[in-house]
């Protein structure tokens, strides 16, 4: 199977290492919007610049794209589901219809096959919800994330005056846990679900007064949030704080029979590397589409639509006898 890349930043880098995980895929190209000769890559791919893809079309059976949700994705899944299989990571789940519609008429007109929202939350946290929701339809979901860095967080704090560099956790409240935990089927605002520590990287002379009030105050970010501030040297932050470890869980709690039993289902991850787990994720994935594209199927998809058995490089006669 022939994988491309475009774009070439964490996520495009944990592609490449995924990659050479798996023996059934080949590397082929690298697609940069910046100068092709500034990249130093860690494969034999070529290295690209996007204006050269569509000279590629006949060459790459699925492409990965790696950029944003905010500006990239919505724009270039259904440009480039009119060439190749595509898959992508957009999380920004209150567009998901739009996008999925948008990429669904591309990749039916071309004849190919572009799976959306494909990661781990949206991805596999949304099959276990639908998973728990179908088997315990009587119960509630909660979801909490981290302990981990919010990247988008981070970066809203890089932004203020004064703050060099910057890293946001976001913490589940261990009260809020146990409770849904123990099935008291709490009713949760967002302030007691999660808590946001912040370490920071203040300019000399900058007012760290003002720094901690803006950080604490922002709209969207933090105002809703119980939030931690701590000022640290440039020494120690990139000691302690150069990785984008996080993780979370989705819980289902339920009732059956009269509903004096209770059962709670739960799907937990810890990743040392955010990218490079949703890097994995995709790759996989992209191995599906590719086996199911083959087959004859075309238009958009979800991490719904996918038979598991597609997404392992074993046979289905290995996967019965190991995993069943």
């Not at 849904?180 to 679900?193: G, I, Q, S, Y």
Request: proline residues 5%; contains cysteine; glycine residues 8%.
């Amino acid at each position: 199977m022939r994988l491309a890349i475009l774009g070439y930043g964490n996520l495009g880098r944990g592609v490449e290492y995924a990659v050479k995980q798996n023996p059934d895929m080949e590397l082929v190209a690298i697609f940069t919007r910046r100068n092709p000769e500034d990249l130093k890559v860690n494969s034999n791919a070529k290295v690209l610049n996007v204006s050269e893809i569509s000279n590629w079309k006949d060459k790459i059976d699925v492409l990965i794209l790696c950029g944003g949700s905010a500006t990239d994705l919505p724009v270039q899944t259904p440009e480039y589901a009119k060439m190749f299989n595509v898959v992508d990571s957009f999380d920004t789940h209150a567009r998901i219809p739009e996008h999925f519609a948008n990429v669904d008429k591309s990749a039916k007109e071309s004849g190919k096959i572009g799976i959306i929202s494909v990661g781990w939350d949206p991805g596999l946290f949304s099959l276990n919800r639908l998973y728990a929701n179908s088997i315990l339809p009587d119960g509630k979901d909660y979801t909490f994330w981290g302990k981990g860095v919010s990247q988008g967080h981070s970066d809203a704090v890089r932004r203020i005056e004064g703050v060099l560099d910057a890293k946001q956790y976001t913490i589940p409240v261990e009260k809020a846990l146990q409770a849904v935990k123990n099935c008291e089927n709490p009713e949760l605002t967002t302030r007691e679900k999660h808590t946001r520590e912040c370490f920071v990287v203040a300019a000399d002379g900058a007012d760290k007064s003002r720094i901690e009030k803006e950080i604490k105050e922002m709209p969207n970010y933090f105002s809703d949030y119980d939030t931690t501030v701590h000022f640290i040297s440039m020494e120690e932050f990139k000691a302690n704080h150069s990785g984008i470890p996080h993780g979370g869980c989705v819980i289902r709690t339920g009732k059956t029979g009269d509903g004096s039993r209770n059962h709670v289902i739960e799907y937990s991850l810890k990743l040392d590397s955010n990218p490079e787990f949703t890097s994995s994720v995709l790759v996989a994935y992209a191995r599906a589409i590719f086996r199911l594209n083959k087959e004859g199927k075309t238009g958009a998809m979800t991490v719904f639509d996918i038979p598991p058995a597609y997404l392992s490089p074993k046979s289905n006669d290995e996967l019965r006898a190991a995993m069943l």
